[in-house]
């Protein structure tokens, strides 16, 4: 996967598969309908997932496994991530590590060969509250790792600190805004939630009448007649990227328990990755 740096990656990824659907995978054993261990069980769930993919032909252009989910199974769980890191990309599918890392430069430092070399992940996910040094070891000059920093989440307690004033009189997210832009190097993107549309068109305008569009990984998007998702609705957030000026096509948007638990809505575990397929289908096709 060759490319300049991750902004042109993540274009040239969108435009081949024809969606930018980023499909999330945080398993939940609960909802897994195999038999097994609870390592084998979410091995073969997401293997059998992209059998599927391969077989129809309906790729999402990015994977975002959330770390904790596999963490909280056990330490076996851990190479359960790697490999489907693994084999995912070897079927030309990138992923993002959803690990939301950030501290102390050398911490930083250990984080990121841990997500890139560990687990071969081609992006991560950061806190970038602690300020440039918690975020520049992920940032290396050359090649094309990516870095997803929180900036605009739709979390209750986002309001908590992203809603504070500054002296300035503007709003913390949007001075967490002006680093970013600052410290990217082509390889640096943001998350900003889906769940409101005019929220995320104000913050789209802000970075295109600075010159500086940069990729978005929003989550929070929902299926419908799937469960799950935040209520974000696909079109609606391409549609404000879109009323904020917004040109290059490289944002992506998250979709996690609505794809994989989409056999939910029928009722028929045993068809859970034709269910999944069937609701990646439905997602682009609406975003057409």
């Given at each position: 996967m060759v490319s300049q740096n991750f902004s042109s990656f993540l274009e040239k990824r969108i435009a081949e598969c024809g969606n930018p659907?980023?499909?999330?995978?945080?398993?939940?054993?609960?909802?897994?309908?195999?038999?097994?261990?609870?390592?084998?069980?979410?091995?073969?769930?997401?293997?059998?997932?992209?059998?599927?993919?391969?077989?129809?032909?309906?790729?999402?252009?990015?994977?975002?496994?959330n770390s904790a989910y596999y963490e909280c199974i056990s330490i076996d769980a851990l190479r359960?991530?790697?490999?489907?890191?693994?084999?995912?990309?070897?079927?030309?599918?990138?992923?993002?590590?959803?690990?939301?890392?950030?501290?102390?430069?050398?911490?930083s430092a250990a984080y990121a060969r841990a997500a890139f070399d560990v687990f071969g992940a081609d992006a991560v996910t950061v806190s970038p509250w602690m300020g440039s040094?918690?975020?520049a070891p992920f940032l290396p000059q050359g090649g094309?790792?990516?870095?997803?920093?929180?900036?605009?989440?739709?979390?209750?307690?986002?309001?908590?600190?992203?809603?504070?004033?500054?002296?300035?009189?503007s709003t913390a997210f949007y001075a967490v805004a002006e680093k970013l832009m600052?410290?990217?190097?082509?390889?640096?993107?943001a998350v900003v939630g889906a769940t409101h549309p005019e929220e995320l068109e104000a913050i789209t305008r802000f970075f295109v009448e600075h010159n500086h569009e940069i990729p978005f990984l929003i989550p929070g998007v929902s299926i419908p007649g799937v469960p799950g998702g935040q209520g974000g609705d696909a079109k609606t957030v391409l549609n404000a990227i879109n009323n904020g000026g917004g040109k290059r096509q490289f944002h992506v948007l998250n979709s996690s328990s609505g794809l994989n638990f989409a056999w939910q809505a029928k009722g028929n575990p045993s068809s859970f990755a034709v269910a999944c397929v069937d609701a990646l289908e439905r997602l682009t096709d609406s975003l057409r």
């Open positions: 659907v980023c499909m999330g995978m945080d398993p939940v054993l609960d909802l897994i309908p195999l038999e097994g261990t609870p390592e084998e069980k979410v091995k073969r769930f997401y293997f059998e997932i992209l059998e599927e993919i391969l077989r129809r032909g309906v790729s999402p252009a990015v994977i975002k496994p359960v991530l790697q490999d489907i890191i693994k084999v995912y990309q070897s079927a030309g599918i990138p992923s993002i590590l959803d690990a939301k890392r950030g501290d102390i430069g050398k911490s040094d918690s975020v094309f790792k990516g870095v997803y920093a929180l900036l605009r989440t739709s979390n209750k307690g986002a309001a908590d600190f992203q809603d504070l004033k500054t002296k300035e009189g600052a410290w990217d190097n082509g390889n640096l993107g």
